[in-house]
């Protein structure tokens, strides 16, 4: 398939938010994904009960076709993600937390004809933990990758190229995101997926050649708070008194997702589409696309 065109299509979906999250990317994979959707991507720091990941859910949403995995902030809430997550070789952490944090900041994965992808998982600053510099940390990064030789059985170094490389920035304010989005833009990132917020943002354009979109959303309960229950959500905000999220349930889950087409050639983004869309758990039927 790759073979036959100078593109590529990346379909990123947005946080995905517990079971109606799961069964929400199940669902849209199973009616829609064709052969032209070439990587898929999918935030998975909520996937496991609103909070976290367990190698259980880790292994559900690999058997749905997922190729790579990046996450957040939260992907520490499940404690067995140490058990796990250094032999995990589809999940990206964000790749400006300390030296020696566990787990990859940064993934490369090869697709057929010898198609690189590097992918780079970010934590924004901003009303977020004071995590290192994404400015410098993310510089270095590519560089270093750019420049990465590997050893085969023959003990020769070949040098690895990768095609180009896709962000996924989890962080709270759009400036921010835009700003940052700017200078992956100089250093040659192909694609930019904002996540954090759970409001997937109208905002998808092509930046200097690289598709980009403020926030790409969330998958799960249609009828929540950014995927959470309701009532749990309006205590802690009209008491302040720590009660824990609890993800809501409803039969109506949305599907939030960015879908962007790349040339190979100069890696530059072509085409960005942006998707919104519903299922209904009883009806399994798709209500509306954007």
Not at 43 to 62: D, M, P, Q, R
Not at 156 to 169: G, L, R, T, W, Y
Not at 195 to 216: F, K, N, R, S
Not at 241 to 260: K, M, S
Request: aromatic share 10%.
């Amino acid at each position: 398939m790759f073979g036959d065109n100078k593109t590529i299509k990346i379909l990123f979906f947005g946080d995905l938010v517990g079971r109606p999250g799961r069964f929400a990317l199940r669902d849209y994979l199973s009616k829609n994904v064709t052969n032209d959707k070439q990587f898929i991507i999918a935030n998975v720091e909520n996937a496991s009960h609103g909070f976290g990941l367990t190698e259980k859910n880790y292994n559900e949403i690999s058997e749905y076709g997922i190729d790579c995995m990046t996450s957040g902030n939260h992907i520490w809430d499940k404690k067995e993600i140490f058990n796990y997550i250094d032999r995990a070789d589809k999940l990206v952490r964000p790749i400006n937390y300390p030296n020696g944090t566990a787990g990859c900041g940064s993934r490369i994965f090869e697709l057929p004809n010898d198609i690189k992808i590097g992918v780079i998982n970010v934590l924004g600053r901003v009303f977020m933990a004071p995590v290192d510099s994404q400015w410098t940390v993310v510089k270095a990064e590519i560089e270093r990758i750019k420049e990465i030789t590997v050893v085969d059985e023959l003990i020769e170094k070949i040098k690895s190229e990768v095609d180009f490389f896709v962000v996924d920035f989890h962080a709270e304010a759009t400036a921010e995101k835009i700003c940052f989005a700017k200078f992956c833009a100089e250093l040659g990132v192909s694609a930019f997926f904002g996540t954090h917020t759970h409001v997937q943002t109208a905002d998808e354009q092509i930046l200097d050649g690289m598709g980009y979109i403020t926030d790409a959303g969330f998958c799960g309960t249609k009828d929540s708070v950014i995927g959470m229950e309701y009532k749990t959500s309006l205590n802690r905000f009209t008491t302040v008194v720590p009660e824990r999220y609890d993800v809501a349930d409803g039969n109506v889950v949305q599907i939030n997702a960015v879908e962007v087409e790349i040339d190979t050639t100069s890696g530059h983004t072509v085409a960005i589409r942006r998707i919104f869309c519903y299922v209904d758990k009883e009806k399994k039927e798709e209500e509306n696309e954007k």
